[in-house]
């Protein structure tokens, strides 16, 4: 199982970010895929979650209306579009696979995740 997730950077505030998450070594087409990130001295927190099939999504009140979550199931890739992006967004973004309860599904198996920088 690997996950590589890319796409990070330095942004100003108000900015926008695309993050990809490519998947590999686990049935992804029948997956749930979610969205991670960790803050500087904080734990690592759900952003939002999409079902297998990309037609029902979640996502964390702190990112509601500024960020899309999306997959393509051809590509084992899971994306995040993140706009409007606000300091407080500032943290390392993880990907994983989850269970319909939104459990992780490889705890073990953490890629090492993508900068993102909100300053001015």
């Known amino acids: 199982v690997q996950f590589v997730e890319s796409g990070g950077g330095l942004v100003q505030p108000g900015g926008s970010l695309r993050l990809s998450c490519a998947a590999s070594?686990?049935?992804?087409?029948?997956?749930?895929m979610s969205w991670y990130r960790q803050a500087p001295g904080k734990g690592r927190r759900l952003v939002a979650t999409?079902?297998?099939?990309?037609?029902?999504?979640n996502y964390a009140d702190s990112v509601k209306g500024r960020f899309t979550i999306s997959r393509d199931n051809a590509k084992n890739t899971v994306y995040l579009q993140m706009n409007s992006l606000k300091p407080e967004d500032t943290a390392v973004y993880f990907c994983?696979?989850?269970?319909?309860?939104?459990?992780?599904?490889?705890?073990?198996?953490w890629g090492q995740g993508t900068q993102v920088t909100v300053s001015s």
């Open positions: 070594g686990f049935t992804f087409s029948s997956s749930a």
């Open positions: 994983n696979a989850v269970t319909s309860a939104i459990a992780t599904i490889f705890p073990g198996y």
């Open positions: 999409i079902f297998s099939a990309g037609n029902r999504t």
